[in-house]
């Protein structure tokens, strides 16, 4: 049996507005895509992807994010996954 790939079709609207979060931050800091996915250890493909809510944005990489664009983790963190009102 030949194993597939899974793959989402379409974009979660979370992914998308993380994503479209990481954009602002990675702008705010004047940083090329390619600049920030070496920073993180990533591929600029693999950006483009995070920043168009393509694929969800892993935990492990809000510090290196929180590093590179000049934020604490805590606030780059918050930025990203706002908590709903209570």
Partial sequence: MARHRS???QPVIEDQLIGARIRELRKGASLP???L???LGITTRTLGRYERG???FPANLVSPLAEAV???P???A???WPHPST
Avoid: F, L, N, W
Wanted: glycine letters at 4%.
């Fill in 7 to 9: 793959y989402r079709v």
């Fill in 33 to 35: 895509q390619a600049d």
């Fill in 37 to 39: 996915a070496k920073r």
């Fill in 54 to 56: 393509e694929r969800p």
């Fill in 70 to 72: 000049g934020v604490t």
């Fill in 74 to 76: 805590h606030d780059c």
């Fill in 78 to 80: 918050a930025s990203i």
